[in-house]
C-alpha cells in the first residue's frame, strides 16, 4: 500500500508561483506512474497533470498547459508540479496519485491518493 504525502501548498497572489511535491511515505520497489487533481469546493476532482513512471511523457489539462510543469524527483516515485502565472481559478485542495499500470486523465484508474494540500490564489 502506497501512501503519498503532498507538500507546498499555500497562499498566493494571481500571477505568482507555486511548486507542490508528492512523495511517498515509505521506500517502494515498484515504479509508479504519478498524477495531479484538484477539486474546488462545490466541484468534481479534475484532472491537472500526469507523468509516466520513466518521466519520459506527460499530460496536462488545457486550463494549466503552458502554466504547469510535473516533472520527476531524484528520488524513485516522487514528482514535482511547478504552477507559474496562477489565476484565482486555479484554488483549489491539489491531490497527488499514483498508479501502476495507468498514466493519464482518469482519477478512477489511480490507486493510491495523497491527503491533498490547499492551494488558494488571490484576486
Known amino acids: 500500500q502506497v501512501q503519498l504525502v503532498e507538500s507546498g501548498g499555500g497562499l498566493v497572489q494571481a500571477g505568482g508561483s507555486l511548486r507542490l511535491s508528492c512523495a511517498p511515505s515509505?521506500?517502494?520497489?515498484?515504479?509508479?506512474?504519478m498524477g495531479w487533481f484538484r477539486q474546488a469546493p462545490g466541484k468534481e476532482r479534475e484532472f491537472v497533470a500526469a507523468?509516466?513512471?520513466?518521466?519520459?511523457?506527460?499530460y496536462y489539462a488545457d486550463s494549466v498547459k503552458g502554466r504547469f510543469t510535473i516533472s520527476r524527483g531524484n528520488a524513485k516515485n516522487t514528482n514535482d508540479l511547478q504552477m507559474n502565472s496562477l489565476k484565482p481559478e486555479d484554488t483549489a485542495v491539489y491531490y497527488c496519485?499514483?498508479?501502476?499500470?495507468?498514466?493519464?486523465?482518469?482519477?478512477?484508474?489511480?490507486?493510491?491518493w495523497g491527503q491533498g494540500t490547499q492551494v488558494t490564489v488571490s484576486s
Open positions: 496519485a499514483a498508479s501502476t499500470y495507468y498514466s493519464g486523465s482518469n482519477p478512477s484508474n489511480y490507486g493510491y
Open positions: 507523468i509516466n513512471w520513466s518521466g519520459d511523457s506527460t
Open positions: 515509505e521506500r517502494t520497489s515498484s515504479s509508479y506512474n
